[in-house]
């Protein structure tokens, strides 16, 4: 009988990791599904979201509909993005026949391919790997929204809120606070979630800037990601890289066409022609690409000495980016851009 007994415990050894189970959906880790499971984590969310009655709520992971219970009880109404068919159905089956069916809307698909409705305020709890174009496509995102609160990998949320002098300071950091205002609200430990995920947590709020910088996107992109080709070394030592003033001074001989051309059906072209150049040089080079330009080119040195002296003017060659706040970017770019020298 003895023996009996633990072969029937045994038997439920396979069903053992129940924490991968709710309401008979079983969770992925390889989709990054982690459904939180902590109801004071839920409502602490909920609160710092600080919904009105009146909010339309874009629910972005929806899973089961923990969090989504909240925030229809908060809000005037929820639409939810998910992109797992069985999550849509458990939803579905949720929320069918309660007061809340007539004011939830469940979208199927993904995300980062979906044309976003009007919200008020943006609840994710988010796959980690869509982190970085979930971010931009919502910053975006037009009309601009009153405020998100995500959950991202702990490491990516302090990237975000990372200021100039900061170890985790980058391109990220930089691109994302000159376009919003972003503040971490509460670190979640692994064991808040269903699977656990392998690291900590991070509960971020956006506010999108209102009204937008004035600033030509690509422009501001292509100039932030060459300042960041190696964040510690001095602006003055990136821009004398050999491949950084071939992708600018093409950039300006392509501008000078078009400024001297008369003819308006070519100006789109070329201006979209070089602002793809300024794309070319990214976050991922290394250091063999620390080679300054050739002095007995007699032309291209005449353009890297343009360049250097905007950096001299106004006082950058020994600058790095790691240091700089986004004023002094800023301040930068209308120096280059005033010289004639563009990056998109």
Known sequence: MAGGKM????QKGPRA???HYQG?????????QHILKNPLLVDAIVQKAGIKTTDTILEIGPGTGNLTKKL???GKNVVAVELDPRMVLELQRRFQGTPFSHRLKVIQGDVLKTDLPYFDICVANIPYQISSPLTFKLLFHQPAFRCAIIMFQREFAMRLVAQPGDNLYCRL??????YA????????????????PKVDSSVVRIEPRKPRPEVNHKEWDGFIRICFIRKNKTLGSIFKQKNVLSVLEKNYKTLQAVQGSQNAGNDDMDLARFGDQSMEVDDGMDDEMDVECDEAEGE????KN????VLKEGNFEEQRASKLSQESFLTLLSMFNKAGIHFS
Request: hydrophobic letters at 30%; aromatic letters at 8%.
């Open 7 to 10: 072969k029937k415990e045994k």
């Open 72 to 74: 229809l009880e908060a």
């Open 24 to 32: 008979g959906v079983t969770f992925h880790k390889s989709k990054g």
């Open 173 to 178: 950091s930089v691109n994302t606070q000159f």
């Open 17 to 19: 990791p129940s924490n």
């Open 306 to 309: 343009k360049v250097l002296s």
């Open 300 to 303: 291209v040195s005449e353009f």
């Open 181 to 196: 205002r972003v503040s971490h609200l509460l670190k979640v430990g692994k064991n808040n979630f269903r699977p656990p």
